[in-house]
């Protein structure tokens, strides 16, 4: 069975970065895309970046020039380096990973790490 999970996460006053990372291990023969998400109180579940296999990236307007995600394939872990954090983006932080085994490929999530940021 495939577990990924996140550390990172914490309390921040607004201006202030915090670096996340999710570790994947278990059954793998290796990872395809890897991402982060994210769920405000109240509101529904959106993508905050994303990272295929050879590095390519991308990211929502709104996340562009303050957030950048990166991996070591080695390791089997992604990283979302935040910076000029926002009130707004408190959240839930969840990654999401794109994993091949057995002759599939299927996309498992971590259980989420906590960012607050304060005023």
């Known amino acids: 069975q495939v577990q990924l999970v996140e550390s990172g996460g914490g309390l921040v006053q607004a201006g202030g970065s915090l670096r996340l990372s999710c570790a994947a291990s278990?059954?793998?023969?290796?990872?395809?895309?890897m991402g982060w998400y994210r769920r405000a109180p109240g509101k529904q579940r959106e993508p905050v970046a994303n990272i295929t296999s050879t590095g390519i990236t991308n990211y929502p307007d709104s996340m562009k020039g303050r957030f950048t995600i990166s991996r070591d394939n080695a390791k089997k872990t992604v990283y979302l380096q935040m910076n000029s954090l926002k009130p707004e983006d408190t959240a839930v932080y969840y990654c999401n990973a794109n994993i091949h085994f057995a002759w599939r490929s299927r996309d498992y999530w971590g259980q989420g790490t906590q960012v607050t940021v304060s005023s």
């Open positions: 278990g059954s793998i023969w290796s990872i395809n895309d």
